[in-house]
């Protein structure tokens, strides 16, 4: 009797081992089966690179009254895992600003409104004062409609998932040594910089910044004077 419940438990242990091992080597194969969603090897890194460069040329091509000649973007980093997409990428654009006269400017036409209000601005000197300023800054933007200029910027962008740089959803930061903050978003293809200003939002920058600086140039003339006064005595 001993004998064949020695057996009997021997074949129970043998059983419950068998099926230990084979959990064990399913388990094993189901591992190496799976694969991540979005594992870099799989995805085509040339469409991926393609889908920044021009995320971020639409970006950086937004800014309105700029009339660009050239534009390029170089991917310099990119890191594609299964949290998403981040690309650091430089460009380069030559533009020049497209006004038709400088004072389409909206910054310098909230300042002539301002100057045709004549509210606070009357006296002789202030006029003076206020006419001086515009035409110097219509010098400076007629310079800038006739002769190009070239800027640099890096840019960092994140994109959730390749589903999603395919849509055009993107995140937007400024990656310098200095700034790395949040510079806007890209929707369906469509930028949004958050520091951007709207014509009417310049144009009252103007209106209101005009008595802002007779002021202070007023003050300076008044002190230039007192300072002399009391040199000449």
Not at 7 to 21: A, N, P, Q
Not at 78 to 88: C, K, M, S
């Amino acid at each position: 009797m001993r004998n064949v419940r020695f057996s009997r438990d021997g074949w129970k242990v043998m059983l419950v081992t068998v099926t230990i091992l084979a959990l064990i080597l399913t388990g094993m194969f189901t591992l190496n089966v799976k694969t991540p969603a979005m594992a870099e090897a799989e995805v085509d890194k040339s469409e991926v690179e393609a889908l920044v460069k021009k995320a971020t040329l639409i970006f950086a091509n937004s800014i309105p009254h700029d009339k660009f000649l050239f534009s390029s973007a170089s991917v310099v980093e990119l890191n594609i895992t299964d949290n998403g997409i981040e690309a650091i990428v430089n460009t380069e654009q030559t533009f020049v600003l497209d006004y038709n006269t400088p004072y389409d400017e909206p910054y310098l036409k909230g300042m002539m409104q301002k100057l045709r209000d004549n509210k606070s601005i009357s006296s002789v000197e202030e006029v003076s004062i206020a006419n001086e300023y515009m035409k110097e800054r219509a010098a400076a933007i007629q310079y800038e409609m006739e002769n190009p200029s070239t800027v640099y910027c890096t840019y960092k962008l994140i994109a959730s998932s390749l589903e999603e740089a395919q849509k055009g959803n993107f995140t937007v930061y400024i990656w310098t040594n200095i700034d790395r903050t949040q510079n806007g978003v890209i929707e369906n293809w469509i930028p949004t910089d958050f520091y951007s200003s709207t014509d009417e939002e310049m144009t009252k920058k103007g209106y209101e910044g005009l008595d802002t600086y007779v002021s202070a140039v007023q003050q300076a003339y008044t002190e230039a004077k007192q300072n002399k006064i009391e040199k000449g005595k």
